[in-house]
């Protein structure tokens, strides 16, 4: 029996022995975790017929890859040019993408199915783009092609992944209804090339899209275009095509509420000229409002002292015309959450620039202040011989004037009560940190101007190294521009050609075939230094021509 016993338990730590070693050996097989990304998209090993097939007389066509992929959104992405009434069936299976066609093929026409960005592999999502198969039911293969690239109008740079898109002249009024039958898709390098085109007369567009579906159908999509029909009879390059966002054709509000604090809040679809706004209903309130218009003139806030209504008619004006009526409505004695809160025009760090004085910025508008209960220290010595100033175009500022110094530390506290807001509301008690920036960390540029046309109006804007403009300077003659005061880094320029003379950029219409205006980037970067006087010669070109 313990024989017995001896020989199962050996079979079984044999079994156990042969089966850990079975693991063993399968995991010393396996692929190290780690290692470089894979960033190459699938690539097709085998096409079936095989890719510029003439006399193309199948029904289906096998695409073989080196992976397993995802088709993404087939029916968006996938277009066969020309279209199709009954569009042929895409399914994956396995490694390969079947094409069935569902209806009859033309006679001795070349086919262009586009795949766009439908093909990207399992793991890692890298997109085979702009991969194309190509037939003809003929003996010939059209071979023409147009290529070039897409720039920004407003900062020149190339656009990568924008959509470059072509309609016969005679199906032009497709554009912005339609998706396109022929299409690219910009590399990296905001290069495209269109291939295996029929000779025929062509309009070209480009669209920057946040979400693609190849048709210009929002207002905030950028769009570029050229003016001119490509006579395509022989390989064309070298087209160049800029996009920009297109001012909505007609103003209207796009959003309207009541904030939390109760201040009617309207947004606008473009910037607002000579904005104003009247209340209408109740007229008794009108006298009443207290309007807050931000920089860029396309939002509204409008405080009522009063808020006892339970709805208001308002009506939106611009150069003193209403061109939209708004009713908001809430209940007569809703309660609303009012706290004020403070801003300050110091920097993140809480440095204030030189010989500026202290801005506080309510969040409310305030109807007073009580400076007893304000009190404003230098390395923590009560200090009393200092201003405040009501902003005489805004009720929610106080401008602090006092000479401060740079090497002293201040502390500005207001004590609770401090401030009241239009509803009689008061202030908690708030306090802020703030110290004078060194003059060293600011410099002065000035740029000597010269144009190329005393009849014509240009526009000088300096940009910040985030490309963000933070001044600008309407030119109609030869002149000398002084920034004094700027903070150390780097800065830009570029000129707008002003051609209505109003001041401004302004963007183009593709309906009307308006080309946004002209725009010139000054390719020398300018680095302001301490204490440091930087001069720049300023020689505007001569306006370039777009075809």
């Not at 190339?158 to 910009?186: C, E, R, Y």
């Not at 000054?522 to 204490?531: D, G, P």
């Amino acid at each position: 029996m313990g024989l017995n016993k001896k020989s199962v338990f050996s079979t079984k730590n044999f079994a156990f022995l042969v089966t850990l070693l079975l693991i063993s050996g399968c995991a010393s097989i396996q692929k190290p975790a780690g290692g470089p990304k894979d960033r190459t998209p699938p690539k097709l090993l085998k096409a079936t017929p095989p890719n510029m097939t003439r006399n193309f007389k199948e029904k289906q066509i096998r695409l073989d890859f080196d992976e397993y992929f995802n088709l993404k959104n087939p029916f968006q992405e996938i277009i066969i040019s020309p279209t199709q009434e009954k569009p042929p069936t895409f399914k994956v299976s396995k490694k390969s993408i079947v094409v069935d066609f569902k209806d009859t093929l033309e006679k001795n026409t070349t086919y262009v199915i586009n795949f766009g960005k439908a093909i990207a592999d399992v793991n890692e999502n890298n997109v085979l783009e702009n991969f194309t198969y190509v037939f003809s039911t003929g003996p010939h293969i059209d071979s023409l092609s147009i290529s070039g690239d897409v720039k920004n109008s407003l900062t020149g740079e190339k656009v990568k992944d924008a959509t470059v898109m072509l309609f016969p002249v005679k199906q032009d009024t497709l554009f912005g209804k339609k998706k396109p039958s022929i299409f690219a898709t910009t590399d990296t390098s905001g290069n495209f090339s269109l291939n295996n085109l029929h000779a025929e007369d062509y309009h070209i567009y480009a669209l920057k899209e946040d979400n693609p579906n190849k048709i210009y159908d929002n207002e905030k999509e950028l769009v570029g275009f050229l003016k001119a029909a490509i006579h395509l009879n022989k390989d064309t390059s070298n087209i160049h095509l800029s996009l920009f966002k297109q001012d909505p054709e007609k103003l209207r509000v796009v959003d309207r509420r009541f904030d939390l604090d109760g201040k009617l809040f309207f947004t606008f679809n473009k910037p607002v000229e000579n904005p104003s706004v009247k209340v209408i209903e109740p007229a008794a309130l009108n006298s009443q409002k207290i309007v807050d218009i931000n920089p860029t003139r396309d939002t509204i806030g409008i405080y009522m002292r009063s808020m006892d209504f339970d709805s208001i008619k308002v009506a939106m004006i611009q150069n003193n015309k209403p061109f939209d009526t708004v009713t908001l409505r809430k209940a007569r004695k809703e309660s609303y959450e009012r706290i004020i809160k403070l801003q300050y025009n110091t920097s993140p760090d809480g440095k204030l620039r030189p010989s500026d004085d202290l801005i506080v910025t309510s969040s409310l508008p305030l109807e007073n202040f009580d400076q007893s209960l304000i009190a404003l220290t230098e390395d923590s010595v009560n200090i009393s011989n200092y201003k405040i100033v009501r902003d005489t175009g805004s009720l929610h500022k106080l401008l602090f004037k006092y000479p401060w110094k740079q090497n002293s530390r201040y502390q500005l506290v207001f004590n609770e009560g401090a401030l009241t807001d239009i509803y009689g509301d008061k202030s908690k008690k708030l306090a802020t940190l703030f110290q004078p920036d060194k003059t060293e960390n600011y410099g002065q540029l000035t740029v000597k101007v010269s144009i190329p046309d005393t009849s014509k109006a240009y526009v000088v804007e300096l940009l910040n190294t985030d490309r963000k403009v933070v001044h600008t300077d309407p030119v109609t003659k030869k002149t000398t521009l002084s920034y004094k005061n700027y903070r150390i880094g780097k800065y830009y320029i570029r000129v707008v050609y002003d051609t209505n003379k109003n001041g401004k950029w302004d963007s183009g219409n593709v309906k009307k075939r308006l080309y946004p205006e002209n725009i010139w980037q000054y390719s020398k970067e300018i680095v302001l230094r301490s204490n440091w006087d930087a001069e720049e010669t300023l020689d505007i070109p001569k306006e370039p021509i777009v075809p």
